[in-house]
């Protein structure tokens, strides 16, 4: 079992910037892929972005160019720098990782913080 705790989110104006936090802890193997998801209230979850332990990122929607995955292995720590926030942005972000143990796919959810975005 892995268990991802999020941490950093609240209420910021347009414009603004926030830092979220995800630690992780448990079984994690050497070889995984950590992610940011998001979900507005209405709209189903989507991907903000994805890190892999060997150092590849991926971006996804509206948040290309203004926000920043970064991970540090040692810590099983990731983040997510948010720059520029929109009211558009708001919605509940999740901390995702997902390996596999043999051929069997394990995935792991935070339980989500919420970030905020007023105009």
């Known amino acids: 079992q892995v268990q991802l705790v999020e941490s950093g989110g609240g209420s910021v104006q347009a414009g603004g910037s926030l830092r979220l936090s995800c630690a992780a802890s448990?079984?994690?193997?050497?070889?995984?892929?950590m992610g940011w998801y998001r979900q507005a209230p209405g709209k189903q979850r989507e991907l903000v972005a994805t890190s892999t332990s060997g150092g590849s990122t991926t971006y996804a929607g509206s948040g290309k160019g203004r926000f920043t995955i970064s991970r540090d292995n040692a810590r099983n720590t990731m983040y997510l720098q948010m720059n520029s926030l929109k009211p558009e942005d708001t919605a509940v972000y999740y901390c995702?990782?997902?390996?596999?143990?043999?051929?069997?796919?394990?995935?792991?959810w935070g339980q989500g913080t919420q970030i905020t975005v007023s105009s």
């Open positions: 995702n990782l997902y390996q596999y143990s043999g051929w069997r796919r394990e995935e792991y």
């Open positions: 448990g079984s994690i193997l050497s070889i995984n892929v």
